[in-house]
């Protein structure tokens, strides 16, 4: 397309939306380079805007634009020049609507992939008839008391309007602003105005599509819409992380379609990004709106390869040894920590040597500068050995809200708890948020970094700071254990072929709670799991776990957990030695092993498959830690604590969570053959191989 022809296409468009052809013409030549090429397949309008006149800036909306181009390069084999991005004072509500209508609109051919993405403030408004409707906050957003805002009905008639079945909406904005929030957080929702109206352009433009929706006859196609709350009362939040803002939904859904693969579900994405969500601290529930009884993903994103992986190589040095790399695959709690010396393989086979790391993005050489494999952008990388500082701790973010004094107190009393340090409040990545409770601002409490409170963690009213971190002490080992095992998760990378199934087994059949696999050896089958939230298992029902080892060699596993945040528990596999000449049997902690192709299920004796969920209501998180080789450092730390009980339940509270953490690290260390390659790293910290280790994770609600 000739740069004269684009501008004559164009120019009924921006009439339409009132933006001068000099307007247009600033957002830059490489626009025109991307609306003009011809032959499109995939395209992509991605939007982001971080900084807005009158209200307060959000951080993270510029890195989930980065977060989404990556992802559909790299990942899904759109070519650059198909995407284009409007960030900041682009990304007007004239210019959005003009891209959108020239870029996809005047493009999209049937069976075409499209994928749209916002990123930014959302809110609420009245319209002509006093019905509340939500909007998009565009970068210029108001004048006076009108406002220029993109209504979310707007957006779905343009979707709709698309002759193709293959779109996907991703919106990480929300429309409710909560009155009384801790002030590290942000969110992205401003407060419905008084007294304001819409944009006359707007409700122009609407009533034009209106118009069009009615003429075509029914022929519109939905979109597949993905949002970041399901609820009209939650709010999409940002998380700081490791050197980045981006937002919770963004990240964690775009680090889920790295290692997926296309044969999933799209309810058993969404469900997989909530358990990310929560472990980052938020009980934010991303939503799905779709025509489709049981959308795939394959159906809207379509990979250019079978097999996901970790990160990319974005770019290739001189000596053609040395690389930079894109880790967005990474899970977000182990991104933090991953550390120099971690090693990631290429489809041919060869490793490449984590050298630095900076955020998301990293610098690694050829293992074997011998080799003579070309190293060529675009090559997924996929984990193959995680290294870990051994000395972790609990990072407690302390409120912006607290006096001077507080903080002081605060800082001062933390320092004296093991393995805790502190950080300001929306300065630094954090584990857990220490504040005022909202409703009486004289008593202290800990949150998750998400606003959450962490239950019966409130203390009294005038309560002193330092009394409140000493009350809190106890509680934090068991965070910090927490902690550490979910760094241990790696359903995407593992190479060990493991299936775990929760159910439920009241009825004649067991009933699928929820299912997980190692992505990377099972991932081709469809799961059964089809929640869009976290499952929930009313009280009283008998539990079960099917562990299917689909490998070729026997596994090793063990059960931790953590329930409502605060309580570590464990599964205790009991063994009675038989001692004749002995009046009393002392139970002891036995290995659990799977042979190859085998299924086990846990708990295993008929008599221990009482396990029936007690109340009260209570949320509950299981990590499923499989090896290669035997627990003995974890068992051991479990019999040294005593923490068998009288009745010995199949699960039970786990005394030593700080210790049993560590230890099995340690065993995963042990079963890990690269330690012996790379001594020097081995002495300060932990490597676990994925071929020799995998962690599945469970979370679910007991109502």
Request: glycine share 6%; aromatic share 6%; hydrophobic share 40%.
């Amino acid at each position: 397309m000739k740069r004269r022809t684009f501008l004559q296409r164009i120019g009924s468009i921006l009439a339409v939306l009132g933006v001068t052809e000099t307007e247009w013409l600033s957002l830059g030549n490489r626009y025109y380079q991307a609306l003009a090429q011809p032959n499109l397949r995939k395209l992509a309008l991605l939007i982001g805007i971080n900084q807005y006149s009158g209200n307060p800036a959000l951080s993270g909306c510029l890195t989930d634009v980065e977060l989404q181009k990556e992802l559909l390069m790299y990942r899904f084999g759109f070519p650059a020049s198909n995407i284009l991005t409007l960030t900041e004072e682009q990304a007007s509500r004239e210019f959005i609507e003009a891209a959108f209508l020239e870029h996809l609109g005047k493009q999209v051919r049937p069976g075409d992939v499209v994928v749209f993405h916002f990123s930014g403030y959302g809110t609420r408004i009245k319209s002509e008839t006093d019905t509340v409707q939500n909007a998009l906050i565009p970068y210029d957003s108001q004048n006076s008391k009108i406002v220029n805002y993109l209504l979310e009905e707007t957006l779905l008639l343009l979707l709709r309007s698309l002759p193709t079945d293959r779109v996907t909406a991703v919106l990480d904005t929300s429309y409710y602003a909560p009155t009384i929030q801790p002030l590290g957080l942000q969110i992205r929702a401003r407060p419905e105005l008084v007294d304001t109206e819409l944009a006359s352009a707007e409700l122009e433009f609407l009533k034009q599509l209106k118009t069009q929706n009615l003429s075509s006859k029914g022929e519109l196609t939905p979109p597949l819409l993905l949002t970041a709350t399901v609820d009209a009362k939650q709010s999409a939040r940002e998380v700081l992380l490791s050197g980045f803002s981006a937002g919770l939904f963004t990240y964690a859904l775009t680090q889920y379609l790295w290692e997926a693969i296309p044969a999933k579900t799209i309810q058993v994405s969404l469900s997989q990004v909530e358990s990310s969500m929560r472990k980052l601290g938020s009980k934010q529930q991303p939503a799905l709106l779709s025509s489709k009884k049981n959308p795939l993903l394959a159906d809207n994103f379509v990979p250019d390869s079978t097999v996901g992986g970790e990160g990319a190589i974005t770019a290739t040095e001189e000596d053609g040894k040395t690389v930079s790399l894109w880790l967005a695959g990474l899970p977000p709690q182990v991104l933090e920590y991953y550390g120099v010396n971690s090693r990631l393989s290429l489809v041919t086979g060869e490793q490449l040597v984590l050298r630095s790391r900076t955020g998301l993005t990293a610098k690694a050489q050829l293992s074997s500068l011998d080799s003579t494999t070309p190293l060529q952008v675009g090559q997924l990388v996929q984990e193959a050995v995680r290294v870990l500082p051994r000395n972790i701790g609990l990072i407690v973010a302390l409120d912006t809200g607290l006096e001077r004094i507080e903080r002081v107190d605060a800082t001062s009393a933390f320092a004296t708890v093991s393995h805790v340090s502190t950080v300001v409040a929306a300065e630094q990545p954090a584990d857990y948020l220490f504040c005022k409770l909202l409703q009486t601002p004289t008593r202290y409490g800990l949150f998750s970094v998400g606003g959450e409170p962490i239950l019966n963690s409130a203390g009294e009213v005038g309560e002193a700071v330092k009394v409140a971190v000493q009350r809190l002490a106890p509680k934090l080992p068991t965070l910090l254990a927490a902690k550490l095992w979910r760094l241990t998760e790696n359903e995407g990378s593992s190479r060990l072929a493991i299936k775990a199934t929760l159910e439920t087994i009241n009825s004649i059949s067991p009933r699928v709670v929820m299912q997980r696999e190692t992505m990377r050896t099972l991932g081709a089958e469809t799961l059964t799991n089809k929640s869009l939230s976290t499952p929930i298992v009313p009280i009283g029902s008998r539990m079960q776990y099917r562990l299917q080892n689909m490998g070729d060699r026997p596994v090793y596993f063990i059960l931790v957990g953590l329930k409502n945040s605060r309580s570590a528990i464990a599964f205790y596999p009991w063994q009675t030695p038989s001692e004749p000449n002995s009046s009393q049997t002392i139970p002891l902690v036995k290995q659990l092993v799977i042979a190859s192709g085998e299924t086990f299920t846990l708990p295993q004796s008929a008599a221990a498959s009482e396990w029936v969920i007690a109340g009260p209501a209570y949320e509950c998180e299981h990590q499923l830690i499989f090896s290669t080789t035997p627990f003995s450092e974890t068992l051991t730390t479990l019999e040294t604590a005593k923490n068998s009980t009288t009745d010995q339940q199949p699960i039970g509270p786990l005394l030593n969570p700080l210790e049993v953490a560590q230890a099995l690290l340690q065993d995963l260390h042990n079963a890990s053959p690269a330690k012996a390659e790379i001594s020097a790293t081995a002495a300060d910290s932990y490597m676990l191989d994925v071929n020799n280790w995998a962690t599945l994770s469970f979370s679910f609600q007991v109502t």
